[in-house]
């Protein structure tokens, strides 16, 4: 199967100071990479993506890196606030449009 | 335009009891995934299904059967509950089509406990 992982299960960081959530990925077969926060008592939500042939992806305060060599995966957001504290999952897109998450970094956010 | 809807929020089941797990979607959406989360775990695959009458297995398939009768709705069954099926259950769905897109609408989950 798919293993999607991510290096650190938890990461604080204070009010707007920027912050950066790692993952791996083994699949080198993947398309695309997706982001995806989930806040206490909800479903993940959809943040950003980047296709396999793309370095660099920005959003808004969201920047999604990719380095294909080291098979690593980055989300980096801007001026981290309060409403950002939440659990953020990376997930690879497979053959046949299967999704497959990593295990997930537990982000919170210092006033 | 209510989204993902997922039905119950919360069940407790004996052991060897079965149960549906109903998650419908308003959006017209292709397909459909159930997914099960356990700490420390991440979101972990059961089924999927690319459109209405299709069914496939994901990661975690074994102890747990789906239908997709209609375009709308995804169920998930558990036939035998054992407590090892303790999870938080999503459902998601995305559009699908000729066109690719990764951006899966999720439910607001389902709380199970097996006793």
């Known amino acids: 199967g798919e293993s999607v992982g991510l290096h650190l299960p938890t990461l604080s960081v204070q009010e707007g100071d920027n912050s950066i959530i790692n993952c791996a990925y083994s699949?080198?077969?993947?398309?695309?990479f997706i982001w995806y926060k989930q806040e206490s008592g909800k479903g993940p939500q959809f943040i950003i993506d980047?296709?396999?042939?793309?370095d660099k992806r920005q959003g808004q305060r969201v920047t999604v890196l990719l380095n294909k060599t080291v098979k690593h995966l980055s989300l980096q957001i801007a001026a981290t606030q309060p409403g950002d504290s939440a659990v953020y999952f990376c997930a690879e897109k497979a053959t046949g449009n299967q999704f497959y998450f990593g295990t997930g970094t537990s982000l919170t956010v210092i006033p | 335009n209510a989204g993902v809807t997922q039905t119950p929020k919360f069940r407790v089941l004996k052991t060897g009891q079965s149960m549906t797990l109903l998650c419908a979607q308003d959006m017209n959406h292709e397909y459909m995934y159930w997914y099960r989360q356990d700490p420390g775990m991440g979101l972990r695959l059961i089924h999927y299904?690319?459109?209405?009458?299709?069914?496939a297995k994901g990661e975690v398939p074994d102890g747990y059967n789906v239908s997709r009768l209609k375009k709308q709705n995804f169920l998930l069954g558990l036939e035998s509950a054992a407590p090892s099926q303790t999870s938080v259950y999503f459902c998601?769905?995305?559009?699908?089509?000729?066109?690719?897109?990764?951006?899966?609408?999720f439910g607001q989950g389902t709380r199970l406990t097996v006793v």
């Open positions: 299904s690319v459109g209405e009458g299709t069914t």
């Open positions: 699949n080198s077969a993947s398309d695309y």
């Open positions: 980047i296709r396999s042939n793309m």
């Open positions: 998601a769905s995305t559009l699908g089509g000729a066109v690719v897109n990764t951006e899966a609408f």
